[in-house]
């Protein structure tokens, strides 16, 4: 039986994920290319059955100059890939699920109000959602990073993966889940 490694470079066997909590949402299922065609998008929490990578690369695809274009995300994430394993000589995917981990807040606030009062309250974030603003998170400090750079795209991703996934707090991702972390924090 073949083995599907992901840009027919990178498998996917090897990868661990740290946090126990996000086990089950961070799908490293085997993959040729990270495109699904959004099969995941009618149904509730389908999206946990979506590989990771696909899901990074459709959280890149936000407005302005790559919004619609997956090809070109696509081809950036593999170079930007390339670009982490030449640096570290480590596999990308596992650079990848630690960003995401090391980004992933465990707790933020909620507003709740009594008699017209508004009050923070802390609460326990869901490994979902974890995902869902880690993945945010990252893409946004991506992004934020790009505009007006030297840099390339893929240059930008491959850095901010890694100081993610070094949990340092050069990465705009690991800044925004210590400042969420601390608000919920001063709310209990």
């Given at each position: 039986m073949t083995e599907f490694k992901l840009f027919n470079k990178w498998s996917m066997d090897e990868i661990t994920v740290s946090d126990t909590g996000l086990e089950r949402y961070i799908n490293l299922k085997d993959i040729i290319t990270p495109h699904s065609g959004g099969r995941h998008s009618a149904q509730r929490f389908k999206k946990t059955e979506v590989n990771i990578v696909e899901r990074f690369i459709n959280k890149l695809m936000?407005?302005?100059?790559?919004?619609?274009?997956?090809?070109?995300v696509?081809?950036?994430v593999e170079l930007s890939f390339d670009l982490i394993n030449a640096k570290t000589g480590e596999n990308p995917v596992q650079i990848l699920v630690n960003a995401v981990i090391n980004a992933a807040p465990r707790e933020e606030t909620t507003r709740l109000s009594y008699g017209g009062v508004a009050q923070h309250q802390a609460v326990d974030t869901s490994p979902l959602r974890r995902v869902d603003l880690a993945l945010r998170f990252l893409t946004e400090g991506i992004t934020k990073a790009s505009f007006s750079n030297i840099k390339s795209f893929d240059e930008v991703i491959a850095d901010e993966l890694l100081a993610a996934a070094a949990n340092d707090l050069a990465s705009q991702g690991v800044r925004k889940k210590q400042e969420i972390e601390r608000i919920a924090y001063s709310a209990r």
């Open positions: 936000r407005h302005g100059g790559n919004a619609g274009k997956k090809l070109k696509i081809k950036s």
